[in-house]
């Protein structure tokens, strides 16, 4: 595999970065840099680049967004963290994410990864994150995402359980659920903004459904986002 995982010492802290906006790439490495000894030895967009990076490369943490567009089925989301999580079982991951959708957090948060912080909270709490997954090896859970783990889940309206959805409407209300937006959909399939605005509102137009906030709670309790 070429991967090695080692207790990170003072002097040497290796970390890879994944996520598909530049800006918080170099954002996230500059606030690690602050930190004793650390050293960025991957800075990627995608799952697949991650993956690719990781091989013969010494890594003590990595860090990654959950859902990037234009990354392969089987290199983002919740496969993307099975994957790391079978390849590398020694390395902590940390995810840093948007999504605040409590269904996709209770998924993470089962596979047992090292942390889960959301990326609307103070660069503080990504440097406390940091050093307790991988100086303390620690679990790490933000408050923020803590309570969104700890919330009752929402009651479920009456929805139509079985729908003539396409696959391509499915596609998109699956990561409408996911806590994408519609830009960031479009991005992902390829697709124009009009396009995916057009397919949403069909779906929805076919369940029956009118408020965005039922659409989400369609796709949590039929488990879409699996």
Same mark, same amino acid.
């Given at each position: 595999?070429?991967?090695?995982?080692?207790? /990170?010492?003072?002097? *040497?802290?290796?970390?890879?970065?994944?996520?598909?906006?530049?800006?918080? @790439?170099?954002?996230?490495? *500059?606030?690690?840099?602050?930190?004793?000894?650390?050293?960025?030895?991957?800075?990627?967009?995608?799952? *697949?680049?991650?993956? +690719?990076?990781?091989?013969?490369?010494?890594?003590?943490?990595?860090?990654?967004?959950?859902?990037? $567009?234009?990354?392969?089925?089987?290199?983002?989301?919740?496969?993307?963290?099975?994957?790391?999580?079978?390849? #590398?079982?020694?390395? /902590?991951?940390?995810?840093? +994410?948007?999504?605040? !959708?409590?269904?996709?957090?209770?998924?993470?948060?089962?596979? !047992?990864?090292?942390?889960?912080?959301?990326?609307?909270? =103070?660069?503080?709490?990504?440097? =406390?994150?940091?050093? !307790?997954?991988?100086?303390?090896?620690?679990? #790490?859970?933000?408050?923020?995402?803590?309570?969104?783990?700890?919330?009752?889940?929402?009651?479920? $309206? *009456?929805?139509?359980?079985?729908? $003539?959805?396409?696959?391509? =409407?499915?596609?998109?209300?699956?990561? #409408?659920?996911?806590?994408?937006?519609? +830009? =960031?959909?479009?991005?992902?399939? !390829?697709?124009?903004?009009?396009?995916?605005?057009?397919?949403?509102?069909?779906?929805?137009?076919?369940?029956?459904?009118?408020?965005?906030?039922?659409?989400? @709670? #369609?796709?949590?309790?039929?488990?879409?986002?699996?």
């Amino acid at each position: 595999m070429g991967f090695t995982s080692q207790h /990170p010492s003072a002097r *040497a802290i290796h970390i890879a970065i994944a996520d598909d906006h530049p800006v918080i @790439r170099h954002a996230a490495a *500059a606030a690690l840099k602050g930190m004793t000894g650390v050293h960025i030895v991957a800075s990627v967009a995608s799952g *697949a680049e991650l993956l +690719t990076a990781l091989q013969g490369t010494r890594c003590d943490l990595i860090i990654t967004d959950l859902l990037m $567009p234009g990354a392969q089925a089987d290199s983002d989301g919740l496969p993307l963290m099975q994957r790391l999580k079978r390849l #590398y079982p020694d390395t /902590p991951i940390l995810v840093f +994410t948007m999504v605040r !959708n409590r269904d996709v957090l209770l998924e993470v948060d089962q596979m !047992n990864v090292a942390g889960i912080v959301t990326k609307s909270e =103070e660069v503080g709490v990504f440097i =406390e994150a940091t050093l !307790n997954v991988v100086v303390q090896r620690l679990q #790490y859970r933000s408050a923020a995402v803590r309570a969104i783990l700890d919330a009752p889940p929402p009651a479920t $309206p *009456a929805l139509h359980d079985r729908s $003539p959805l396409s696959g391509k =409407e499915l596609e998109v209300i699956r990561l #409408y659920g996911a806590g994408l937006s519609l +830009t =960031e959909i479009a991005a992902r399939l !390829n697709r124009s903004i009009s396009t995916i605005a057009t397919q949403k509102g069909n779906a929805m137009r076919k369940l029956g459904i009118e408020r965005n906030a039922d659409m989400i @709670r #369609y796709v949590q309790s039929n488990r879409l986002i699996q």
